[in-house]
């Protein structure tokens, strides 16, 4: 068997998608959500794996932006849509997609790739770290109680078309806001408003159209939630549950007012989330956090393409002088020591002939570069050596984040 690998052509995007779609069980996507990947496709980023004039593999890279500590937005490649044919499994096809992929970020002077994984289990021998989690939860708020801050009352709260011109624009200025804060958001480009207020009826199994509140003070948009309803009744009467998408507000106030709102529309019993970080502030305000479901999952998977470049984008919760010894047999450039000198105003990562102080895979840099997964946790684990004493605490504290990194939305 001999495959091509080649740069995805616009008259063969139908085809291409078509093949990823069978590979993630053969159901047609909605026209709306096809009609949304196709825009946002980047053709000259998508690779197609072809065997003679058939499609047997496919990823892509959109072009992203994301925060780091430190809040500075770091060119990113969004690797996504990857799929091997069932007919080619086995054969080194996912793994000459990735090899072209990487080598093609590194010559675009992305430092970073990222992605979420179907199946986490795939990406690690490609150097992907899990470096994100989302928070999960199923809230009995028949049960559970909120007790709001001062000033809850305040803010106002108003029903609203959600794909309103008006309304999305608000919306995307307002987590346009919020992206800074966070290790781990994603400036939205153009085009990219549309994926929270895509709502395919088909995909709605019982629940509402998607619905959308905003939080205003003094007639400026402070806070937003979409979501949707699920009427529901059992035995006793109306047990309703209110699927949250995307929650974002500016203040402790708008925030706690938003999720008053959710958890006391009428006929419902339940708030479901399943995806919101792992440190979200509700958590602080509910009465009984076992009856709230709680669960987390893997998100974001980082890689470090260039470790030098990556090292330097971000800065340094305590100050660091590490030398690191970095293994990255996917990507050999990486490989070999490396002195990372950094604080909270900035950071320089070089080559070095120093001896090291730690160990490790550019795996395990990845999960540790936005501040979630500390490396003294990764050491416990055997992922990490440390060969001077003291230099895993400092690297640790180091490399941690005020707020936990996390992804709003999948790509």
């Given amino acids: 068997?001999?495959?091509?690998?080649?740069?995805l052509r616009p008259d063969d995007w139908d085809k291409w998608y078509?093949?990823?779609?069978?590979?993630?069980?053969?159901?047609?996507e909605s026209p709306e959500e096809r009609?949304?990947?196709?825009?946002?496709?980047e053709h000259d980023r998508f690779i197609g794996a072809w065997d003679g004039d058939d499609c047997v593999g496919t990823t892509g890279a959109f072009t992203f932006r994301v925060t780091v500590p430190g809040g500075a937005a770091v060119q990113a490649a969004g690797v996504t849509m990857v799929s091997v044919s069932s007919t080619h499994r086995r054969r080194g096809v996912l793994r000459?997609?990735?090899?072209?992929?990487?080598?093609?970020?590194r010559s675009w002077g992305e430092p970073l790739a990222v992605l979420t994984a179907s199946e986490p289990a795939i990406y690690g021998r490609f150097g992907y770290g899990v470096a994100t989690h989302q928070l999960r939860a199923e809230i009995d708020t028949s049960?559970?109680?909120?007790?709001?801050?001062?000033?809850?009352?305040?803010v106002r709260l108003r029903l609203v078309v959600p794909d309103a011109p008006d309304v999305r624009d608000a919306c995307e200025a307002l987590y346009a806001r919020q992206v800074a804060a966070r290790p781990g958001m994603l400036e939205r480009r153009p085009g990219w408003e549309r994926l929270p207020l895509l709502d395919p009826e088909s995909d709605r199994k019982g629940s509402s159209p998607l619905q959308c509140v905003l939080a205003e003070r003094d007639g400026e948009v402070v806070g937003y939630a979409r979501?949707?309803?699920?009427?529901?009744?059992?035995?006793?009467?109306?047990a309703g549950t209110i699927e949250l998408r995307d929650l974002e507000a500016l203040d402790p106030a708008a925030y706690a007012a938003l999720w008053q709102h959710l958890f006391g529309i009428d006929?419902?019993?339940?708030?479901?989330?399943?995806?919101?970080?792992?440190?979200?502030?509700?958590?602080?305000?509910?009465?009984?956090?076992?009856?709230c479901g709680l669960s987390f999952r893997d998100s974001l998977h980082v890689r470090l393409v260039d470790?030098?470049?990556a090292l330097e984008a971000r800065t340094y919760q305590a100050p660091v002088d590490v030398v690191f010894e970095v293994e990255d047999a996917f990507c050999p450039w990486n490989e070999g020591r490396w002195r990372l000198t950094g604080d909270a105003k900035g950071a320089s990562c070089a080559r070095t002939a120093d001896a090291p102080d730690l160990t490790l895979s550019v795996r395990e840099l990845g999960s540790a570069y936005l501040g979630g997964v500390s490396l003294a946790s990764l050491a416990a684990a055997g992922r990490v050596r440390e060969l001077r004493q003291g230099a895993l605490a400092e690297a640790s504290l180091g490399f941690s984040s005020v707020v936990a990194p996390w992804l709003p939305h999948g790509f």
């Fill in 1 to 7: 068997m001999t495959t091509e690998l080649r740069v």
């Fill in 18 to 28: 078509g093949k990823l779609e069978l590979a993630f069980g053969g159901v047609a």
């Fill in 35 to 41: 009609s949304l990947w196709s825009d946002l496709s």
């Fill in 96 to 105: 000459s997609m990735m090899r072209r992929q990487l080598d093609d970020v």
């Fill in 143 to 154: 049960r559970v109680r909120l007790s709001v801050p001062e000033g809850t009352d305040d």
């Fill in 227 to 238: 979501y949707f309803n699920k009427p529901e009744w059992d035995s006793a009467g109306p």
């Fill in 267 to 291: 006929l419902t019993s339940t708030v479901k989330t399943h995806n919101r970080p792992v440190d979200d502030a509700w958590q602080h305000l509910v009465s009984d956090a076992r009856r």
């Fill in 307 to 309: 470790v030098g470049a």
